[in-house]
């Protein structure tokens, strides 16, 4: 006679997919998914968002509690989909909001096979040949960005912030021999452009180097960091005896897609290393988690244009590819796959061009007697995370593998040549003015004025001249309200999502400068998307009072 206990577990094990092949349970399995996803695209509308968007109680969820009895797979998955009403459709052509793309189908179905059987890389024993398909992920990544895919190696980590992190932490074990055992002792210094990830502020702190060991160095007006300053700085760091665990060159900043000169950071570096004596190298690493993908230009003939995009497009596209292609030079290379290879959350990737820099991480066996006995891969003896799931490495390789180089160039071609189709048609209306126009990305940021104001000549009068702090503060008013108005008509149905930077760039006066900002990463955005956020704004521009 079965126990009561019995009895609700055969119910529980129905919840479950099935160890051993069950053909009615597994269509039962399917079923269960694809009703899921029913009920998902039940909430799709011309609206780029799932459903209605209702105001969030988070006191109440602060009161949940744990149900006493279970439940059923159909009353939680419809439980489930609730959370989703609100949720951006990041594919959707009426969104450009930031560097979110959608995924791929191939992605997904990497994601839910990874999420099915639940591989761990820590070590091949716990994964077997998804293994090899991080290693595969890893090589054609380095392949692409210019390194030797024997002597490079690399990991899948936690987010584009990981990837700093472990470039930095292995320039520190460089600079301060031991720190992995002894600690950092008295630190060392980091560099970034004041342009770049927040996440230094993280890595800095997370180190335990301090924020205050974090030097920021300023930017030009395309916002790439100033080489004469950086020399000064880390010369001075230098001279008064701090090491320098790493210099971080951005390749791609989010606010304005800002390109650091890498070639000149690294030759920076060399001259440092040689006229200081330096027993180590400061490492040079490449948040490069957005500009990666326009690597895939590096051999493209910009000349004959093969895939015809428009002469704006493939100045774009060759001028982002002049700093993108030195990429090699660096020690080593963060590489979003869920910002521009279309994965889902979370796909990244650290990529060292020498996999001996990994060994300064790594930890004796007997630090982890019940692990890591055998196998031939064990990369949970260096990795900061001691559980690694599949997920990010098998998307990566899913779309490396669907996309190819080509399919990279049409899609990131595709979303270059929108956003300049939006730039042309900002400028060519008197009342608003493009701040990066010179910039190479996806991103617009943009500022509209009121009637009366000559804006050939008030983006420099703003950012250079202090007279003009009034006005400025005024404008930065006046394009939140724009901001505003065309967000809620967005949400009505009406128009384009688009977002805004509270500080594009500070003045030289130190006031931030407000900026709108369009960020297309679908491959579904068109021409009239793009035309749309133009005539939603000038709406909006012609309803706002001064």
């Avoid at 909001?97 to 999420?115: C, E, F, R």
């Avoid at 290693?135 to 490079?152: K, Q, T």
């Avoid at 049409?410 to 040549?417: A, D, F, N, R």
Wanted: net charge negative; with cysteine.
């Amino acid at each position: 006679m079965a126990t009561p206990y019995r009895e609700k577990l055969d119910k529980i094990r129905m919840a479950f997919p099935q160890p051993v092949s069950d053909r009615v349970h597994d269509s039962y399995f399917v079923h269960s998914i694809m009703r899921a996803l029913d009920l998902v695209d039940s909430l799709k509308s011309e609206v780029p968002v799932l459903g209605p968007r209702e105001p969030l109680d988070y006191a109440a969820a602060q009161q949940a509690q744990l149900p006493e009895g279970s439940s059923t797979v159909e009353e939680v998955t419809t439980n489930l989909v609730d959370y989703f009403k609100g949720l951006t459709i990041w594919g959707h052509p009426r969104t450009q909001i930031n560097v979110v793309p959608p995924p791929s189908i191939s992605s997904l179905i990497a994601t839910v096979l990874t999420g099915l059987y639940n591989p761990n890389l820590a070590w091949d024993e716990y994964s077997h040949k998804v293994a090899l398909a991080e290693v595969e992920a890893v090589a054609m990544s380095a392949s692409l960005m210019g390194y030797d895919p024997a002597r490079a190696s690399g990991v899948f980590t936690f987010g584009g912030t990981g990837t700093t992190l472990y470039g930095v932490k292995v320039g520190l074990e460089k600079a301060v021999p031991g720190a992995m055992q002894n600690g950092v002792g008295a630190g060392a210094i980091v560099f970034a452009s004041d342009c770049s990830h927040y996440c230094r502020y993280n890595v800095a702190g997370w180190l335990g180097l301090g924020a205050k060991n974090l030097i920021t160095i300023s930017t030009d007006g395309r916002n790439t960091m100033k080489i004469d300053i950086l020399r000064d700085q880390a010369r001075a760091a230098l001279q008064s005896g701090w090491p320098i665990a790493a210099i971080v060159a951005t390749l791609g900043t989010t606010d304005a897609f800002g390109l650091d000169d890498l070639e000149a950071i690294v030759n920076l570096r060399d001259e440092l290393v040689q006229e200081f004596n330096l027993p180590y190298r400061p490492h040079v690493h490449a948040d490069a988690v957005i500009g990666w993908a326009w690597q895939v230009f590096s051999d493209y003939n910009f000349e004959t244009n093969p895939l015809g995009f428009r002469p704006r497009t493939v100045r774009a596209l060759a001028g982002a590819s002049q700093r993108i292609r030195h990429l090699s030079l660096a020690d080593s290379i963060g590489i979003d796959f869920h910002k521009t290879g279309f994965t889902p959350y979370i796909s990244s990737l650290v990529l060292f061009k020498d996999r001996d820099d990994l060994n300064l991480l790594s930890r004796s066996q007997e630090q982890m007697p019940y692990l890591y006995q055998f196998g031939e891969h064990r990369p949970g003896m260096f990795t900061l995370e001691t559980s690694r799931g599949g997920m990010g490495a098998l998307a990566a390789l899913a779309n490396l593998k669907l996309l190819g180089k080509e399919g990279l160039r049409v899609t990131i071609g595709h979303i270059v040549e929108m956003t300049q189709l939006l730039r042309e048609h900002l400028e060519g209306h008197a009342s608003t003015c493009v701040l990066n126009r010179d910039n190479f990305g996806t991103v617009t940021l943009f500022r509209v004025y009121p009637d009366g104001v000559d804006t050939f000549a008030i983006k420099d009068q703003e950012m250079n001249d202090a007279v003009f702090r009034a006005a400025l503060l005024r404008h930065n008013d006046y394009n939140r309200k724009i901001y505003d108005y065309v967000h809620k008509e967005a949400m009505a149905g009406r128009g384009v999502v688009i977002s805004l930077t509270d500080s594009y760039r500070q003045t030289s006066y130190d006031e931030p400068v407000l900026a709108l900002k369009s960020f297309i990463l679908s491959p579904f955005t068109d021409e009239a998307n793009v035309e749309a956020v133009v005539e939603k704004v000038l709406e909006a521009r012609g309803k706002i009072a001064v």
